[in-house]
């Protein structure tokens, strides 16, 4: 890479964005966390920042590289940089500074969970905040304009103001944020917020430069219509599959030697109702492993898919010849949210079809069962406080979390954050925790200390990012927990003991 030429606009993201968390999903986690140690162990052990040149990064966001392609394709100048090197890319030809967050208040439900519970800001927002007032925003005059899964959390005016923002797009970007952008280098008045315009499948742009751990998209939405989940998600669509392997083409030729297929949920690719089809999933695979030579990680997927076509589960297990050392097993991120038919029922009966919401527990133990001898890793989130939750809603989540001891996973527990359907209901905090729910959260804790070493064993093979994150994080995880967990088992708060 020679010299940067500066551009009118330069895209960036915050700091915890722009890592690959070491490759490995499970600490991508992180990103949420509340500060328990300084930024500069965060930043070395957990979330090393991804190559740059001359403040130009190497990998970005998957997000960031779609504006960045819809920019492109319409002929602007953009670049996308590293928020710590922003100042090798902007000077007085810079008009525009585009921001990619997921999270920048730390009010997203992981974050929200974790800094609530240990009462601490989580960095994500630090890096957000850090990232907004950079001197160098005011110093160039430059129009700020921030999207990402994480926008809808700068919805308020006045939050805006304080951090002056001057557009928020929440939503999809790239017909929406692109026309902001224009507006911007034309120096008009931006709105404070606007909706992005979901685009049709057809106009999705193919990245032109790599994405973070080779992030592909393979589908956009979900369509299950859980009502505590973001709008955004409504719409289902898929993209075809030589559009997916430019997109893997891409990440190979910048030397990468990993992709993850990214949807709502995998297993859906290409189906045309709530049911998998098998056969586009698998030629979608196969297709990839062409490129590739093994497969691909994934995402996201859901228990009700894997059990509404368990084959496919095996099928593609057998394709990607897990397990090898490139692939010990396939993980992925799904949605368990709750053990009470009542409140799959009331808030998200899409989330278990084509099952009925009586059959939910039954379905995640049979999905659990069918994964564990396929060599699936399922990392699932249950919803604590979810709108009308009573006690025995969470003694049935308890019940379900104890069934699944026997299965390798993780189970990351949630507050209950308003989106949605639900966005005037009432968010959930570590003061609502009734002592079911510290029971819940003493069970998820029990079980994913029991998996965590074999996890990490498998996912961090250099012996150095093992003795790392191993002896030290985990360690220092596992230690800290522990006077903690006997109170939480009695259903106690363990931070007023
Ligand atoms: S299944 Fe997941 S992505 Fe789909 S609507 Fe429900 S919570 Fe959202």
């Not at 920048?104 to 800094?115: E, V, Y």
């Not at 929440?170 to 929406?176: D, I, L, P």
Request: glycine fraction near 8%; include cysteine; hydrophobic fraction near 40%.
């Amino acid at each position: 890479m020679g010299v940067v030429a500066l551009s009118e606009i330069v895209l960036t993201a915050e700091y915890s964005l722009m890592s690959d968390y070491r490759g490995s999903e499970f600490l991508g986690f992180a990103a949420c966390a509340p500060k328990i140690v300084p930024d500069w162990l965060y930043r070395l052990v957990v979330c090393p920042p991804v190559p740059r040149h001359n403040g130009v990064v190497k990998y970005a966001p998957g997000g960031t590289r779609k504006i960045e392609a819809a920019l492109l394709e319409k002929g602007f100048d953009v670049v996308v940089a590293h928020p710590d090197q922003l100042n090798k890319v902007i000077d007085n030809e810079t008009k525009v500074l585009g921001i990619t967050s997921n999270d920048p208040l730390g009010i997203g439900p992981a974050s929200s969970t974790f800094s609530s519970l240990m009462g601490k800001e989580t960095y994500s927002a630090i890096f957000f905040r850090k990232l907004i007032t950079n001197p160098i925003i005011k110093d160039n005059g430059l129009k700020t304009i921030v999207g990402g899964p994480g926008a809808w959390q700068l919805a308020d005016d006045s939050v805006r103001k304080q951090l002056e923002i001057d557009c928020v797009v929440v939503g999809e970007g790239e017909r929406t944020a692109v026309k902001v952008f224009e507006k911007a280098l034309k120096g008009e008045t931006l709105p404070g917020i606007v909706e992005g315009e979901v685009v049709p499948v057809e106009e999705i742009p193919s990245i032109k430069h790599a994405t973070i751990n080779g992030i592909v998209e393979i589908a956009r939405g979900c369509g299950r219509g859980c009502e505590f989940c973001v709008p955004t998600l409504r719409y289902f669509r898929c993209r075809p599959i030589d559009k997916i392997l430019e997109e893997v083409k891409v990440n190979l030729d910048a030397g990468l030697d990993r992709i993850l297929l990214h949807a709502e949920d995998v297993l859906r690719y290409g189906a045309k109702s709530i049911i998998p089809d098998e056969a586009k999933v698998l030629k979608l695979f196969e297709e990839v492993k062409k490129v590739t030579g093994w497969g691909a990680y994934i995402s996201h997927f859901a228990f009700a898919s894997a059990m509404a076509k368990p084959e496919l589960i095996k099928q593609l297990k057998e394709l990607m010849e897990v397990p090898s050392r490139k692939i010990p097993w396939i993980a992925g991120q799904v949605g368990i949210e709750t053990g009470s038919p009542r409140l799959i029922e009331k808030n998200m009966r899409g989330k278990v079809a084509p099952f009925k919401p009586e059959q939910w527990p039954e379905v995640v133990i049979e999905a659990h069962k069918l994964l564990h001898d396929n060599c699936w890793v399922p990392c699932s989130t249950l919803i604590m406080g979810l709108p009308g939750e009573k006690p025995e809603d969470v003694v049935k989540t308890i019940e379900l979390v104890e069934e699944l001891k026997e299965y390798k996973s993780l189970i990351v527990p949630l507050f209950f954050v308003p989106l949605g359907v639900l966005s005037e209901a009432r968010r959930f905090t570590v003061n609502d925790m009734m002592p079911e729910h510290w029971k819940l959260l003493a069970a998820c804790v029990k079980h994913d200390l029991k998996w965590i070493d074999e996890l990490a064993k498998d996912e961090f093979r250099s012996f150095v990012h093992r003795i790392m994150l191993e002896k030290v994080f985990i360690g220092f995880i596992k230690r800290g927990l522990k006077p903690y967990l006997r109170a939480m088992e009695q259903g106690l708060n363990p931070l007023q003991m």
